[in-house]
C-alpha cells in the first residue's frame, strides 16, 4: 500500500500533484512519501510485536537525511555497512545501542569510530575481521560486541546479484567455520560475543528461504552453546523480504514474521531485522521527462531525461520498474524502450515496454524506486546528481537539491605543472 494514486487522470503524492512538483523543482527527481514510509515501518514491526524484536532499517536502501530522521524518531534501529553511513546515521539520532555494523570490508578507522560510538554489534564476516576488532577494541580500551555472520547456503531465488547466502558468495562463514569462529571470540580479551547473524540476499518473494536460514541459524546457536558455552543473546535474520514491481507476489509482512516466529518461540533471544527495501521501495518514484522520440531500425525509443547514473537497478539487475504517465491522456498504445541520455547502450529504465504513447516534454513516473534508486546514482557524464523531495499531506519539501555544476568539480585541483 503506499500514497501514489491517481485523480481525475493526475498522478498524486498523498496530496500534492506530482506535476506541480516537476513545475516548482524540474525534472528528474526522486519523490517519497512520508505517509507511505511511516505506514510501512509501523506495519514492518506491527507483524513483530509479539516477539522480543529490534528492526534496524538497512541504510544503504536509502540514505536520505530526512528518511533516516523520521525513522531514528521513532525509535528504529539502523543496520550500517560502512562509516559514512554511521555518520549519517548518528547526526539522524539513531541511537547507538540500536545500530549494528554488517559488511565484508570493514577498515580501521571504521572500526574505531563504531567503537567509540558504542554500537550495539559488529556483524563479523570473517576470522581477520575478528582479530582485528578484538585489537582495536583493546587499544581504544572499550569492549567490541559481536555476531559472527554465518554463510546457511541458502538459496534464496533472486537475481544472482543480490543473492548472498550461497556457498560461493563472499559474505558470511560457513558453518563448520563459524564454530572455529565462535571458539575463537571466546577466547579474546575484548570482544563479547552476543549474537549471530546472517542475511541471505534481497528481493526474496518466498517466505521458505528465511525459514529455511533461520533453522539453520538456531541449530548453530544450539551447537555453539553446547560446545563452547557461550550464550547467545540476538538472532539477526537480515533484510531482503521482496516487494512487488511488476508481477512479483512477495509474501505478507505476517507470513514474513511467521516463519520467523514459530521456529524461535520459547527462545530467549530478541530478533534482529534488517529490513531495507520493504520499508522505503515502494514509498519512492522517479520523475522524469521525455526528450524525444525516435525510430530505430528495429525499436522504437523514448529518450528521457533521467538515465542509468540516476537510477541503476535496470542496467545492474535486468530489474523490472514499472512507468507510469503523470498525466493520463486518452492515448493510443505503443512498444518502445525507454532510454535516457548516457553514453551506453546499458543506459535504459525499461526494454520493450508496452506503454502509452508518449510526446516530448510529457512526465513520466518510474515506479518503485524508494529503494536501491538514489543511493547508487552517479556523476557519470558529469551530469548532476538529481534533487530529492519528500512530500508530507498537501505540502512538499526538497529534502536534497540537485546538484549543480560548481558540485560536479569541487574537491577538483590542478597539479602546480598545469597551473599557469
Ligand atoms: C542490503 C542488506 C540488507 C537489506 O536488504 P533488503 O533486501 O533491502 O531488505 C540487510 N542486511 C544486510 C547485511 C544487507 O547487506
Redesign the pocket.
Given at each position: 500500500m503506499n500514497h501514489f494514486t491517481y485523480r481525475q487522470n493526475q498522478l498524486y503524492c498523498e496530496d500534492v500533484a506530482v506535476q506541480k512538483i516537476a513545475a516548482a523543482v524540474g525534472t528528474p527527481f526522486y519523490l517519497y512519501s512520508h505517509a507511505t514510509l511511516i505506514r510501512h515501518l509501523k506495519a514492518f514491526r506491527d507483524a513483530f510485536v509479539k516477539i522480543d524484536h529490534l528492526v534496524c532499517f538497512?541504510a544503504?536502501?536509502n540514505t536520505n537525511f530526512a528518511i533516516l530522521k523520521l525513522f531514528a524518531d521513532r525509535g528504529c534501529g539502523l543496520?550500517i555497512?560502512s562509516g559514512g553511513e554511521l555518520y549519517r546515521g548518528l547526526k539522524a539520532g539513531f541511537a547507538p545501542e540500536r545500530i549494528v555494523y554488517?559488511?565484508v570490508g570493514k577498515r580501521v578507522g571504521e572500526i574505531d569510530d563504531a567503537l567509540k560510538a558504542g554500537i550495539l554489534m559488529f556483524?563479523l564476516e570473517s576470522v581477520d575481521e575478528l582479530k582485528l576488532i578484538d585489537q582495536r577494541a583493546g587499544k581504544l580500551n572499550q569492549r567490541a560486541r559481536v555476531a559472527i555472520r554465518v554463510n546457511p547456503d541458502v538459496d534464496p531465488k533472486t537475481h544472482p546479484y543480490?543473492s548472498?547466502g550461497l556457498k560461493k558468495n563472499k559474505f558470511g562463514i560457513n558453518t563448520e567455520a563459524a564454530i572455529e569462529g565462535y571458539r575463537l571470540a571466546a577466547r579474546l580479551a575484548h570482544v563479547d560475543v552476543v549474537g549471530i547473524d546472517c542475511?541471505i540476499g534481497?528481493?526474496i518473494t518466498e517466505a521458505g528461504p528465511f525459514e529455511e536460514a533461520l533453522q539453520s541459524v538456531k541449530a548453530l546457536l544450539l551447537r555453539i552453546k553446547s560446545e563452547t558455552g557461550i550464550d547467545i543473546k540476538y538472532i539477526d535474520m537480515?533484510?531482503?523480504?521482496g516487494i512487488t514491481y511488476g508481477d512479483e507476489s512477495p509474501p505478507s509482512l505476517n507470513e514474513y514474521a511467521k516463519a520467523f516466529m514459530q521456529n524461535i518461540e520459547g527462545m530467549a533471544v530478541t530478533l534482529i531485522l534488517?529490513?531495507?527495501?520493504?520499508l522505503v521501495g515502494n514509498a519512492g518514484i522517479l520523475v522524469t521527462r521525455a526528450l524525444y522520440n525516435k525510430d530505430g531500425q528495429d525499436k522504437r525509443f523514448i529518450i528521457v531525461d533521467a538515465g542509468m547514473n540516476d537510477l541503476l537497478r535496470p542496467t545492474l539487475y535486468d530489474a523490472f520498474h514499472a512507468i507510469e504517465p503523470v498525466v493520463r491522456k486518452k492515448a493510443s498504445k505503443t512498444v518502445a524502450d525507454v532510454v535516457g541520455p548516457i553514453c551506453e547502450s546499458g543506459d535504459f529504465l525499461a526494454v520493450d515496454r508496452r506503454l502509452d504513447e508518449v510526446n516530448s516534454g510529457d512526465l513520466l513516473a518510474v515506479m518503485s524506486t524508494g529503494?536501491?534508486g538514489f543511493v547508487m546514482s552517479s556523476n557519470y557524464c558529469s551530469r548532476p546528481r538529481v534533487a530529492e523531495v519528500m512530500v508530507n499531506d498537501d505540502q512538499f519539501h526538497v529534502v536534497k537539491q540537485r546538484e549543480t555544476y560548481a558540485d560536479l568539480v569541487r574537491g577538483e585541483s590542478l597539479p602546480p605543472f598545469l597551473d599557469d
Open positions: 538497512s544503504k536502501a543496520d555497512v554488517s559488511g556483524n543480490i548472498t542475511h534481497s528481493q537480515g533484510g531482503g523480504l534488517e529490513p531495507g527495501r520493504v529503494a536501491y
